[in-house]
C-alpha cells in the first residue's frame, strides 16, 4: 500500500484522460474485458486441490465438481514439480505431501478417471516438468476418446518466477524458457484451446513482494516470454490470445482491485503500441487469480473464512476470469473436505448473493481506485525502467536483483508485524489462550509405498525397446533447435516416467544453480 495515502479523494487526483471514452470491454480493457463481464458468465470457480496419490485426489475432485466447482486446478507434489519419481530417494517422505504424485501416464489416467476431459476446464499448477505433464494430460485424455481440440484449461509453464520466488526449477534458465516456448508453439497446433502459459505474480506476491512488484515483475516476466516467442519465430497473433496470467489477491480490498485494472491497461498498450498486435484478443489480459495463502493464520483459524472472502472480493470487483478461494485450515495442513466446501461456498454466495456480479466494474470512476490505479501503473513504470537498467528480466532474474528486492520488501513487512505497527488480528493483537483444535486433513500413511509399487510394476511391463528408444530420440533433438514436445509426448506415450524424462534432459541441458542474495 502507498505510504502516503490521503484522507479523501478528489476528481483532481485522477487523470481525466485514463477515463475518457473507456467502457469495459474497450481497449485497453481498464474496466474489464467484457462489455458485461459477469452478467453475461460468473467467472469459473475453481479449487486447488491434490493430495497422496492419483486415487486420493480423483475422489477429492468428484467431490468439488459435487459441490458445484466449475474447474478443476491440479496441486502437484515435490518430487513431480521438481522432475523425481516417486521411488527416487530424494523423494522419500515428500510424496503426495504437497500435491498428488504423478509419475506415469497411468497415475494421470487414475487422477481423472470417470471425468470429462473435454468437458471440464483443468489448470495445473507445474513449471519446470509441465511439458511431460500436459503431454500426460494429452495422451490420457486421448485414450478416452476426448479430441485434443476441445481440452480447455492452463499449464502455468512459468519458469521465471521459479527462479525468483518459488524453487521450483531443474534447468538453466536458457534452456528452461526453450522449453516454454516449445511448449507455446506445440500447443497452439495440437490443443489450441489450452492456456500454454499462466505468467504468475502470485507466488512472488507470497515470497512478499507488495502490489507494485507483483504487477512488475509479473508483466515484465510476460514480456519476456513474448520476446522469447517471437524470437523462437512465433508471429505474436498467433500465441499472445492464449497467454494468461495468475496473480495474488491480497488483503487491501481497494488497492487489489486498482492492481488488476492497471494491469490490464498497462499489457494492452504493450501488446498493441510495442508488439504490434492486431488481434483484440491479444490486448486483452486475461487472469486466474487466487487468495492469500501468506496471509492465513495457525491463531484463530476461523477468521481466514473472513479474510480469503474480502479477498475473493477484491478479485471479483477487478475482473477476474477464474478464482480459487484458499481453505481457512490451509495453515495448518492440507484443507479437509469441510474447508474446501466453505471454499467453494464462499465464491457461490458471493456470486448469487451479494449483488457485485450485476455491474462491469462497480468500483470504476471511484476518485480513490482510480487514482490508485493510476498510482500503482507510474510505480510499475518505475520497476520497468529499472530493469531495463540491468539489462533485461533475464538479467535482472539471474543477477539475483529482482529476488533482492522482493526479500527486501517481505523483510520490511515482518518488521511492521513484529512492531505492532501492522496489526494482524490473533497473530499481534486481538489474541485468544487455549483456542479449539480443529480437525486436520490426514494422509493415508500407506499411500507413499502404494504409489512407489505401481510405479515399479509399471516398469516390469512397459516395452522396453520402445522406452529406451523414446528417450534416446529425446536426448537427440535436446542437442538440436527443434521442438521437443512431440518428442515428449512420444516418451509419456512409451510410458516414460516423469523423472526419467527430466532426467534425460538434465543430462542434455544440465541443472541451475541458483544467484545466492541478501
Given at each position: 500500500m502507498p505510504d502516503e495515502l490521503k484522507p479523501v479523494y478528489t476528481a483532481a487526483d485522477i487523470n481525466e484522460d485514463h477515463l475518457d471514452g473507456q467502457l469495459p470491454g474497450e481497449y485497453p480493457y481498464t474496466r474489464g474485458i467484457q462489455p458485461t463481464m459477469y452478467r453475461g458468465r460468473l467467472w469459473t470457480m475453481r479449487q486447488y486441490a491434490g493430495m497422496g496419490d492419483a486415487e486420493e485426489s480423483n475422489k477429492r475432485y468428484h467431490y468439488l465438481l459435487d459441490h458445484g466447482t466449475s474447474g478443476l486446478s491440479v496441486a502437484f507434489d515435490l518430487p513431480t514439480q521438481t522432475g523425481y519419481d516417486s521411488d527416487s530417494p530424494l523423494a522419500l517422505g515428500e510424496v503426495g505431501r504437497t500435491g498428488v504424485a504423478i509419475s506415469s501416464l497411468e497415475d494421470m489416467e487414475r487422477l481423472f478417471a470417470g471425468i470429462s476431459l473435454d468437458k471440464v476446464s483443468t489448470s495445473m499448477t507445474i513449471n519446470a516438468t509441465a511439458s511431460t505433464l500436459l503431454a500426460m494430460y494429452v495422451v490420457a485424455a486421448k485414450r478416452t476418446g476426448a479430441d485434443a481440440h476441445q481440452l480447455n484449461g492452463t499449464v502455468q509453464n512459468d519458469i521465471l518466477k521459479e527462479y525468483i520466488a518459488r524453487g521450483t526449477y531443474i534447468y538453466p534458465v536458457v534452456p528452461a524458457i526453450r522449453l516454454t516456448t516449445d511448449l507455446i508453439a506445440w500447443a497452439g497446433q495440437h490443443v489450441p484451446n489450452w492456456n500454454t502459459i499462466s505468467i504468475s505474480g502470485y507466488h512472488m506476491r507470497e515470497a512478499g513482494c507488495t502490489a507494485a512488484q507483483e504487477l512488475a515483475f509479473t508483466l515484465a516476466n510476460g514480456r519476456a516470454y513474448v520476446e522469447a516467442a517471437l524470437a523462437a519465430g512465433l508471429s505474436i497473433d498467433s500465441f499472445a490470445p492464449r497467454l494468461s496470467f495468475f496473480f495474488n489477491a491480497h488483503s487491501n480490498l481497494f488497492e487489489e482491485v486498482a492492481k488488476f485494472r492497471a494491469a490490464r491497461r498497462i499489457w494492452a498498450h504493450w501488446m498493441r503500441e510495442r508488439y504490434r498486435a492486431t488481434n483484440p484478443r491479444s490486448w486483452m489480459l486475461r487472469f486466474h487469480t487466487q487468495t492469500a495463502g501468506s496471509t492465513l493464520t495457525a491463531q484463530?483459524?476461523?477468521?481466514?473464512?473472513?479474510?480469503?472472502?474480502?479477498?475473493?472480493?477484491?478479485?471479483?470487483?477487478?475482473?477476474?476470469?477464474?478464482?480459487?478461494?484458499?481453505?481457512?485450515?490451509?495453515?495448518?495442513?492440507?484443507?479437509?473436505?469441510?474447508?474446501?466446501?466453505?471454499?467453494?461456498?464462499?465464491?457461490?454466495?458471493?456470486?448469487?448473493?451479494?449483488?457485485?456480479?450485476?455491474?462491469?466494474?462497480?468500483?470504476?470512476?471511484?476518485?480513490?481506485?482510480?487514482?490508485?490505479?493510476?498510482?500503482?501503473?507510474?510505480?510499475?513504470?518505475?520497476?520497468?525502467?529499472?530493469?531495463?537498467?540491468?539489462?533485461?528480466?533475464?538479467?535482472?532474474?539471474?543477477?539475483?536483483?529482482?529476488?533482492?528486492?522482493?526479500?527486501?520488501?517481505?523483510?520490511?513487512?515482518?518488521?511492521?508485524?513484529?512492531?505492532g505497527e501492522s496489526i494482524v488480528v490473533g497473530v499481534n493483537k486481538f489474541q485468544t489462550e487455549g483456542e479449539p483444535e480443529i480437525k486436520l486433513q490426514q494422509l493415508n500413511p500407506d499411500l507413499e509405498r502404494r504409489q512407489i509399487e505401481r510405479l515399479r510394476a509399471l516398469r516390469t511391463r512397459r516395452p522396453l525397446v520402445t522406452w529406451e528408444q523414446s528417450l534416446a530420440?529425446?536426448?537427440?533433438?535436446?542437442?538440436?533447435?527443434?521442438?521437443?514436445?512431440?518428442?515428449?509426448?512420444?516418451?509419456?506415450?512409451?510410458?516414460?516416467?516423469?523423472?526419467e524424462i527430466a532426467d534425460t534432459l538434465r543430462q542434455v541441458f544440465g541443472e541451475y544453480r541458483e544467484t545466492v542474495t541478501v
Open positions: 484463530q483459524p476461523e477468521n481466514n473464512i473472513v479474510r480469503t472472502t474480502i479477498e475473493a472480493l477484491s478479485a471479483i470487483l477487478g475482473g477476474t476470469q477464474s478464482l480459487h478461494t484458499n481453505g481457512y485450515d490451509e495453515a495448518l495442513a492440507l484443507p479437509t473436505e469441510q474447508a474446501a466446501r466453505i471454499a467453494v461456498r464462499t465464491q457461490q454466495i458471493l456470486a448469487h448473493e451479494s449483488g457485485v456480479p450485476e455491474v462491469a466494474d462497480p468500483l470504476g470512476g471511484s476518485y480513490y481506485v482510480e487514482a490508485l490505479t493510476d498510482q500503482l501503473e507510474e510505480e510499475a513504470e518505475s520497476i520497468f525502467s529499472k530493469i531495463a537498467q540491468l539489462g533485461g528480466t533475464l538479467r535482472a532474474v539471474e543477477s539475483g536483483w529482482v529476488q533482492q528486492q522482493i526479500q527486501q520488501s517481505a523483510y520490511a513487512w515482518q518488521r511492521k508485524v513484529d512492531s530420440n529425446l536426448a537427440d533433438v535436446a542437442r538440436t533447435t527443434d521442438n521437443l514436445m512431440p518428442h515428449i509426448v512420444q516418451a509419456v506415450e512409451s510410458l516414460a516416467t516423469v523423472g
